[in-house]
C-alpha cells in the first residue's frame, strides 16, 4: 500500500509538469494585456512599453516560461504583476476560507444526501421516494447562483437571520464562523445533495437486489440491519466515487459562491486573476488546483481499499 | 527557502487564514465597497480611478479644488508669483508630518513633482516649460519658467488622471516606471499594509498627525478632519452583493449603484441614494483613422450623423436624471463647455449620413465596433450603435470582449482583417478631458497619438497653443477652435455626460460632493 501511495504521488509530478505547460501557453496564447490594465486607460504606447519591460513581458515567450519554470523548481510561484505580493502567500491566505466553504460543503452534503438515498431506496416505488427525488431534481436543476441570491434574499434580507456577505475565520468563534458560512454551505451543497442522494439510492437499489442480500434476509436479519449493514456497506463504492468527483468539482462551485457570498477564498481570486490577467497568479492557482483534483483521487483510491477489502493495490 | 520549507509553509499560513481572527473592528469603522478593486498601489505608475482613490487616502496635494471647482491651497500656506509670471514661489504649511512623524520638506515636494511629471500627461506638457525646480529652504521652494505659464497651478490641483500627490523624497526618488513599495504618506489616513489583503480588503486607519486646515471641507479642499477611527475597503464582485450587503447594514457605503438596481436602492429604508460626484463622466467614440471606411473625413462624418446619442443614452443607462447629451468636447457642464456642432453629433440624422457615403464612395467596408461587455457605464451602446449604422447603410461587425480584451485590441493598429478596430466607446470623468492639454480623447498627432491615431495638424497645434496661452479669453477661443476641427475631423465624438448614483447608510453625515470618493469629514452614528 504504501508503495503504491508513493507511486501516485511521484505520478503527481509529470502530470503538474503537463499543466505547467499548458496553463503557461494558454494564457500568453489568450488576448489580452496585463501590462494594459496596469497603466491605465489613458497610458500612451511609451508608457505601455515600459510597463511591459518592467513586468518582464517584452521578453520571447520561451525566455519567460523557462523562468518561470527555474523559479517554479525551487518552489517560487513568483510575484503578482498587479499586487507585487508573492503568489504563495496570496494563494495561502485566500485558501483558508476556500478550504472551509468546501469541508462544510461535503460534510453537510454526506449527512443530508446519504441518508436521503437511504431513504428514498428504502422507500422504492412509494410517494416518499417520488418526493426525495423530486426535491433531488430540483436542486441540481437550480443554478448554485440563483440558489445563492435566493437564499440571501429570503433569509438575509427579509428575515435577517444571516449575515449577507463576508468571511469570518474559526478563531472569531465556532458561531461567527458558522454563521457566515450557513448560506453559502448550502448553496453549494444542493446540487451535491441532489447527486450523492441519488447515486446512493440507486446504488443500494442494485445491491439490494444481489443474492447475499437474499441470504441475509433469509438468516432472519431485520431489515433496517439488511440495509444499512449489509447494502449500504456494499453500495459505498460508487457513493464514493461520487463524493470524490463532487469534490474535486467543488473548485468550480466554490469561483460563483464566493462571488456571491464575497467570501475571499480562491474561487474569487481565479476570476480576478484571469480578468486582470496576473500570469503568475493564474498559473499559481491553477496548479494548487489541479494539485489539490489529483490528491481528492488519491485519496478516493484509497478510500476504496477500506471500503471493499477485495481492492487491493 | 528549501522546497520541502515552502511547501509545508503553505498549508501552516491556509491553516492561519481559517483560525487567525481579524483585529477587532471598532466602533467607528467605516465599511464601504468602490466600484472596481484596487490593483495597484501607487497612484503615479497607474492612471486607474481606483489607485487615485486610494492616493487620496494616504497622500496630501499642494493644491486642491473646491466644490465649485476654485482652485485652493492645500498642503501650501501660500503661492506667489514674480519675475513677470516667470517665477512661482511655493511656501508649505506648518505642522505638516509624514505617517513616520517625519516633517515634510521642500525637498519632498520636488521630488514628487518630477517623478509625477514624467508620466501625468499635464506633468509632461510642463516639463519643457520649466527652467529650474529648486528647494528655496525647509518649506519653500520656487519653480522657474522659460516664459509665462499659468497653466502649472491647474496642472497641480487636478483632481484625476494623476493628480499630484506629494510622496517622501526617497519615495519619489523610485523610478516613475516602477511602482513604488513604500507607502508613507502625509494624508489624512495611513494605509495598514500588514492588513492589506489584495482583492479582498484594504485598511485605512486615521493619522492622528495629520493637521487639517483651518477653512471647512469643501470638494477636495479645506480641512480635512477625519471623524472615523478605521476605514475598511471590502472588494466586492459582485453589486447585487454590495447592495444587499448595505441594506443589510453590513457595510456603510457603496460607490456605484448600478443603473438597473435604482429601483431596489430608492425603495431600501435606511440607505441615502445620492450623486456625490459632481462632474460626471463624458462618454465618447474615436474612429480608427488609419484605415477604411474612417481613413476618410466624409465616412467619419457620416458616421457622426448616423448616430443618435440620446438612443446610447436611453439604451445604456434609462433614467434621464443620471444622463446629459452635449457635444462639448471638454464636457459637458465644464468651463470649456461649447455645444458648436452639436447638431452633428446628437441628432440621428441618417438621411445626411446617405448622402455624405455617396459622396464619399463608401465601398461596403466593414466597421469593427468594440464592445466592452463588463463596464457597464458603455456596454450597451455599441449595440444601438451599430444598428444606427446599418440604417445608414455602414456594413457593421459588433465584437463583444471584456475591458481587458479590449484594451489589447485597441492598441492592434492593422486592418480590421488582422484583428483592429473601426470604433470604440469611452468614458473618462469630466476632470480628466476638461481641457486640450489634459484630455487624450483630442490628442491628434498621428501614431503617437491616442487610440485612433488621427493626424490633424491643426489641433495638435492649437493644443500646444493652449498651453502655451496665458489667458481665458485665449483660451476659450483655442479650446472652441478645436470643438470645431475635432468633431468636424472626427477626431472624437462626444456623447454626452454620464452621472454615477452612490449609496450609503443614514448613519452616515457629511459624506461630501467632491470629484473622487473621499472619507473625512464623514462621520457615522452607532
Redesign the interface.
Known amino acids: 500500500m504504501l508503495g503504491y501511495i508513493f507511486r501516485r504521488i511521484l505520478a503527481t509530478i509529470p502530470v503538474m509538469g503537463v499543466v505547467a505547460l499548458i496553463v503557461f501557453f494558454l494564457l500568453r496564447l489568450s488576448?489580452?494585456?496585463?501590462a494594459?490594465?496596469?497603466?491605465?486607460?489613458?497610458?500612451?504606447?511609451e508608457?505601455?512599453e515600459?510597463?511591459r519591460?518592467?513586468m518582464g513581458l517584452d521578453q520571447p515567450i520561451i525566455v519567460q516560461f523557462v523562468v518561470w519554470l527555474g523559479h517554479l523548481l525551487?518552489?517560487?510561484f513568483g510575484i503578482?504583476l498587479?499586487?507585487?505580493?508573492p503568489v504563495?502567500?496570496?494563494?495561502?491566505?485566500?485558501?483558508?476560507?476556500s478550504?472551509?466553504l468546501a469541508t462544510l460543503t461535503i460534510i453537510l452534503s454526506i449527512i443530508v444526501a446519504v441518508p436521503l438515498g437511504v431513504l428514498a431506496a428504502w422507500s422504492h416505488r412509494t410517494l416518499m421516494d417520488q418526493l426525495v427525488m423530486g426535491i433531488g431534481v430540483l436542486s441540481f436543476s437550480v443554478p448554485i447562483f440563483v440558489m445563492g441570491?435566493a437564499l440571501?434574499?429570503l433569509l438575509?434580507?427579509k428575515l435577517?437571520l444571516f449575515?449577507?456577505?463576508?468571511y469570518?475565520?474559526?478563531?472569531?468563534g465556532i458561531g461567527p464562523f458558522l454563521h457566515n458560512l450557513v448560506l453559502p454551505t448550502i448553496a453549494l451543497s444542493s446540487i451535491y445533495i441532489a447527486q450523492i442522494a441519488r447515486i446512493t439510492r440507486s446504488s443500494l437499489l442494485d445491491v439490494m437486489g444481489e443474492d447475499f442480500i437474499r441470504t441475509a434476509r433469509a438468516k432472519g436479519l431485520k431489515e433496517s440491519t439488511v440495509f444499512l449493514r449489509h447494502g449500504l456497506r456494499n453500495a459505498a463504492v460508487p457513493i464514493v466515487t461520487v463524493i470524490g468527483i463532487g469534490a474535486a468539482f467543488l473548485i468550480g462551485g466554490v469561483v460563483v459562491t464566493e462571488?456571491?457570498?464575497?467570501i475571499?477564498g480562491l474561487g474569487?481570486?481565479v476570476?480576478?486573476a484571469v480578468?486582470?490577467?496576473d500570469y503568475p497568479l493564474i498559473q499559481g492557482l491553477i496548479l494548487?488546483l489541479s494539485l489539490a483534483y489529483v490528491l481528492i483521487n488519491l485519496i478516493v483510491d484509497l478510500l476504496y481499499t477500506v471500503l471493499d477489502p477485495r481492492i487491493r493495490y | 527557502?528549501?522546497?520541502p520549507l515552502?511547501?509545508p509553509?503553505?498549508g501552516i499560513?491556509?491553516?492561519?487564514?481559517?483560525?487567525?481572527?481579524?483585529p477587532a473592528v471598532s466602533a467607528t469603522t467605516l465599511s464601504v465597497v468602490m466600484e472596481s478593486?484596487l490593483?495597484?498601489?501607487d497612484p503615479v505608475?497607474?492612471?486607474?480611478h481606483q489607485?487615485r482613490n486610494h492616493g487620496y487616502m494616504i497622500y496630501d496635494t499642494l493644491l486642491a479644488i473646491d466644490a465649485n471647482g476654485t482652485i485652493q491651497p492645500q498642503m501650501l500656506e501660500n503661492w506667489s508669483v514674480s519675475d513677470e509670471g516667470k517665477t512661482y514661489t511655493f511656501k508649505l504649511r506648518d505642522g505638516l508630518l509624514w505617517h513616520d512623524g517625519q516633517p515634510v520638506t521642500a525637498e519632498d515636494c520636488v521630488a514628487s513633482i518630477e517623478r509625477w511629471a514624467q508620466?501625468d500627461?499635464m506633468g509632461r506638457a510642463l516639463t519643457p516649460m520649466i527652467a529650474e525646480i529648486t528647494p528655496v529652504d525647509e518649506k519653500t521652494f520656487s519653480i522657474k519658467l522659460n516664459a509665462p505659464a499659468d497653466m502649472i497651478l491647474t496642472a497641480f490641483a487636478k483632481p484625476s488622471?494623476i493628480p499630484l500627490f506629494i510622496m517622501p523624497a526617497r519615495v519619489a526618488a523610485t523610478p516613475a516606471?516602477?511602482?513604488i513599495?513604500d507607502y508613507t504618506g502625509s494624508g489624512p489616513f495611513k494605509f495598514i499594509a500588514s492588513e492589506f489583503?489584495?482583492?479582498?480588503?484594504v485598511v485605512y486607519e486615521k493619522f492622528d498627525g495629520y493637521l487639517p486646515r483651518a477653512e471647512p471641507a469643501s470638494g477636495l479642499a479645506g480641512g480635512k478632519v477625519v471623524k472615523v477611527d478605521r476605514v475598511e475597503r471590502?472588494?466586492?464582485?459582485?453589486q447585487?452583493?454590495a447592495v444587499?450587503?448595505l441594506?443589510?447594514g453590513?457595510i456603510d457605503y457603496v460607490e456605484t449603484i448600478p443603473y438597473d438596481l435604482l429601483p431596489m436602492v430608492e425603495s431600501t429604508p435606511g440607505v441615502t441614494l445620492a450623486t456625490v460626484e459632481p462632474f460626471g463622466y463624458q462618454v465618447s467614440y474615436r474612429f480608427n483613422h488609419l484605415h477604411p471606411p474612417f481613413d476618410n473625413k466624409l465616412v467619419r462624418q457620416a458616421a457622426v450623423y448616423a448616430i443618435g446619442t440620446d438612443d446610447l443614452f436611453k439604451a445604456q443607462i434609462g433614467n434621464p436624471d443620471y444622463y446629459i447629451t452635449c457635444a462639448a468636447v471638454f464636457g459637458c457642464g465644464m468651463p470649456l463647455e461649447s455645444e458648436s456642432l452639436a447638431d452633428m453629433v446628437i441628432p440621428a440624422n441618417p438621411g445626411k449620413a446617405k448622402e455624405l457615403l455617396k459622396e464619399a464612395g463608401y465601398d461596403g467596408s466593414r466597421v469593427v465596433i468594440l464592445q466592452t461587455t463588463?463596464v457597464p457605464t458603455i456596454s450597451q451602446m455599441p449595440v444601438v450603435m451599430a444598428q444606427q449604422l446599418r440604417e445608414a447603410g455602414f456594413k457593421v461587425d459588433v465584437q463583444a470582449?471584456?475591458?481587458?480584451?479590449m484594451?489589447?485590441?485597441r492598441?492592434n493598429q492593422g486592418p480590421t482583417s488582422q484583428g483592429g478596430w473601426s470604433i470604440f466607446v469611452?468614458a473618462?470623468h469630466n476632470t480628466?478631458i476638461s481641457d486640450p492639454v489634459r484630455s487624450?480623447t483630442v490628442t491628434a498627432n498621428g501614431k503617437?497619438a491616442?487610440a485612433g491615431w488621427p493626424d490633424i495638424p491643426a489641433v495638435t497645434d492649437a493644443i500646444e497653443a493652449y498651453a502655451a496661452a496665458v489667458d481665458d479669453e485665449s483660451r476659450t477661443e483655442i479650446a472652441e477652435r478645436i470643438q470645431v476641427s475635432a468633431i468636424d475631423e472626427g477626431v472624437i465624438a462626444p456623447v454626452g455626460t454620464l452621472m454615477k448614483p452612490s449609496a450609503f447608510s443614514t448613519r452616515l453625515t457629511g459624506v461630501l460632493d467632491a470629484a473622487t470618493p473621499i472619507f473625512w469629514n464623514v462621520s457615522k452614528e452607532e
Open positions: 488576448t489580452g494585456d496585463p494594459a490594465i496596469m497603466a491605465g486607460d489613458a497610458a500612451t504606447a508608457q505601455l515600459d510597463m519591460r518592467q525551487t518552489g517560487d503578482s498587479h499586487s507585487k505580493v504563495m502567500d496570496m494563494i495561502a491566505s485566500r485558501l483558508g476560507p478550504l472551509a441570491y440571501i434574499f438575509s434580507v435577517g449575515p449577507v456577505q463576508g469570518k475565520p474559526l478563531a472569531s462571488s456571491v457570498f464575497n475571499p474569487r481570486m476570476v480576478e480578468l486582470a490577467r494548487v | 527557502m528549501s522546497i515552502r511547501i509553509m503553505i499560513a491556509a491553516l492561519t487564514s481559517i483560525v487567525i481572527a481579524v478593486r490593483s495597484v498601489l505608475v497607474s492612471t486607474s489607485s508620466v500627461r488622471g516606471k516602477d511602482p513599495t489583503e489584495p482583492g479582498a480588503k471590502i472588494e466586492m464582485s459582485d447585487l452583493t444587499n450587503a441594506s443589510g453590513e463588463d470582449m471584456d475591458f481587458m480584451t484594451l489589447s485590441r492598441s469611452t473618462w480628466e487624450a503617437d491616442w
